[in-house]
């Protein structure tokens, strides 16, 4: 079983909504919970993490983690079509686990 | 902003070939890592290092060796390339376990 899980996608939106991405994870020892935002053909590139159970915001981002339910979630509001990347969650406790990545696209 | 560099970006190469792939950092960061990621695919650690002269395997078997002779350098070197290795390769580094920094990666083929 993977200690990351993630739906894979793709999630289609149109330009102006919310997307919400989740990731569930199984290992209680995490405690540093990521969001990486990969273009196509590109390195991955850190968008925001979050040091265990709370909410982070960071302008049209907003990160949310609950450690109870072992539930990872970003919302993206006012989603425009330069956001049309893969997500991927990932957590860490000491190494960083990966989830599969979720492809999101947001069409004009 | 991150200043992580990889070359060569893309290679094609034969079977039975050594290459070496570069990875470079100007941040000063102890930690450094390689994964494989095939398209659409996860990441998967295959090397990392935490600093100079140590070097560790990933959680992906790898027929790949890495060298961290300079803290700003950390090459992955295949000795003989087969068509099983084509795939793209990220160099990532940090100064945490969870805050990487990747490269533009390497897109490696090999025929």
């Known amino acids: 079983q993977k200690e990351v899980e993630q739906d894979p996608g793709p999630l289609s939106v149109p330009e102006g909504a919310i997307v919400s991405l989740n990731c569930t994870y199984s290992n209680s020892a995490f405690q540093y919970f990521m969001w990486y935002r990969q273009y196509s053909r590109k390195g991955p590139e850190l968008l925001m993490y979050t040091y265990s159970s709370g909410n982070k915001e960071d302008g049209r981002f907003t990160a949310q983690v609950d450690k109870s339910s072992k539930y990872i979630s970003l919302f993206i509001r006012d989603s425009q079509p330069s956001d049309s990347a893969t997500y991927l969650c990932a957590a860490s406790w000491g190494k960083l686990q990966f989830g599969a990545g979720t492809q999101v696209v947001v069409t004009p | ?111």
Not at chain 2, 11 to 25: A, N, R, Y
Not at chain 2, 32 to 60: A, F, R
């Open chain 2, 1 to 111: 902003e991150a200043d992580i560099y990889q070359t060569p970006r893309y290679l094609v190469i034969g079977t039975g070939k050594k290459i070496t792939l570069e990875c470079s950092q100007t941040m000063g960061h102890d930690k450094m890592y390689w994964y494989q990621q095939d398209p659409g695919m996860e990441l998967h650690l295959i090397h990392y290092s935490y600093g100079v002269n140590s070097t560790e395997k990933g959680d992906l078997s790898s027929e790949s060796t890495v060298s961290r002779i300079r803290t700003e350098h950390f090459p992955l070197t295949l000795e003989s390339a087969r068509p099983s290795h084509t795939s793209q390769y990220l160099c990532a580094s940090s100064e945490t376990t969870y805050e990487q920094y990747f490269g533009p990666g390497t897109r490696l083929t090999v025929t």
